[in-house]
């Protein structure tokens, strides 16, 4: 059986030939169809998870496919998956079979392509908890998106117009304002050099950015208003002045989805159906598995949109 293996933290995966995954109780063989390549993949493959996998190791956090065998769903079942200690604490999607824990098997609805099925959960399910779990948004405010045409950004900025917010989506630069989703008003902070835009006030920020886009955005939020801190691709480090800080009452709120994987799990199948019915919308960039190591390169790298995708044959 083929997958996908790195050596070395930070080394490019290799396609491998592995002992196929036998049956055993309390999980089901899945055949993969479609795996995700996400941040979180790329922090565990340079070597910066808290609790890395021993070497070598299959990445992949997220999968989709088909059951060949197990109980918990009949075979033939199309399912998606995420958790349950694959990519992490063992061999993770990136492979032709999986041993997947039943209790994460989820069915995927036919009309839920695989690739979607794949690569919904992180993106979808945070952008859904920050918005309404952690950021609490109600119809009529206004909400600020940073990063709004990334993963999670991008369907922030959808789920807030679909809750009756007026939505600013926050670029790094102007090409990117037509990626923006129809209804997001556009704003420009020059990545390399962040200023607080002008004439924009929000009683919500979803930051997924970080750093000097953080800096810049957070004197945009209202007093007594939320934000919401999703990521820090732009920079880990914030300086705060507590004179104002303390004085301007805005509330900051650290989004964990490890935490709150529960709360994920709960909103999926609502977001499942969204993506469906194309109301919902992610992009995707669909590599073949032996471009996996390309696909962590693309991730990485400036001017990307949205998640990348493995598939046999891709
Ligand atoms: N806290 C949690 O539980 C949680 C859950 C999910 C994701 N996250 C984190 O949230 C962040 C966003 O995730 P995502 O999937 O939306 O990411 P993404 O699709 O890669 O998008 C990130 C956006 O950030 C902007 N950006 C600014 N500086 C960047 C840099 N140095 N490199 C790349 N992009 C940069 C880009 O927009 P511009 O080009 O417009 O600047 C990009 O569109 C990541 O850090 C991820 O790890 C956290």
């Known amino acids: 059986m083929k997958a996908v293996r790195v050596h070395a933290w930070g080394e490019a995966p290799v396609m491998e030939t592995v002992p196929a995954p036998t049956g055993c109780e309390g999980r089901s063989i899945v055949r993969i169809e479609a795996a995700s390549v996400g941040h979180l993949d790329r922090t565990i493959w340079r ?57 994460i098997l989820a069915p995927l609805p036919d009309d839920v392509p695989f690739d979607a099925g794949a690569s919904f959960f992180s993106p979808c399910t945070s952008a859904w908890v920050a918005l309404h779990e952690v950021g609490v948004v109600r119809a009529g405010e206004r909400v600020l998106v940073s990063g709004a045409t990334g993963a999670v950004g991008g369907i922030a900025c959808q789920l807030a117009l679909g809750a009756g917010a007026r939505v600013f989506g926050a670029v790094g630069s102007a090409e990117r304002i037509a990626q923006l989703a129809d209804g997001v008003e556009p704003i420009v902070v020059d990545r390399r050099a962040p200023r607080t835009p002008k004439d924009v006030q929000a009683e919500l920020l979803i930051d997924t950015v970080g750093g000097a886009t953080l800096a810049a955005l957070l004197p ?75 696909a962590l390169e693309w991730l990485g790298s400036p001017g990307h949109r949205g998640r990348a995708v493995l598939r046999w044959g891709g």
């Open 220 to 294: 945009s939020v209202v007093a007594g208003g939320r934000a919401v801190l999703v990521g820090y691709l732009g920079g880990a480090q914030l300086a705060l002045d507590l004179t104002q800080f303390i004085q301007r009452d805005v509330s900051l709120l650290p989004l964990n989805m490890l935490r709150r994987e529960a709360a994920g799990h709960a909103a999926a199948p609502a977001l499942l159906a969204r993506i469906a019915d194309g109301s919902l919308r992610l992009e995707r960039r669909v590599f073949d598995f032996g471009q996996a190591a390309e």
């Open 47 to 103: 070597g910066d998870f808290l609790h890395p996998p021993s070497l070598p190791y299959v990445p992949g956090v997220e999968g989709s496919g088909i059951v060949e065998q197990g109980e918990a769903l009949p075979a033939g079942t199309r399912v998606w998956f995420r958790g349950g200690g694959l990519g992490t604490r063992e061999d993770g999607t990136w492979r032709e079979r999986c041993s997947v824990p039943d209790a």
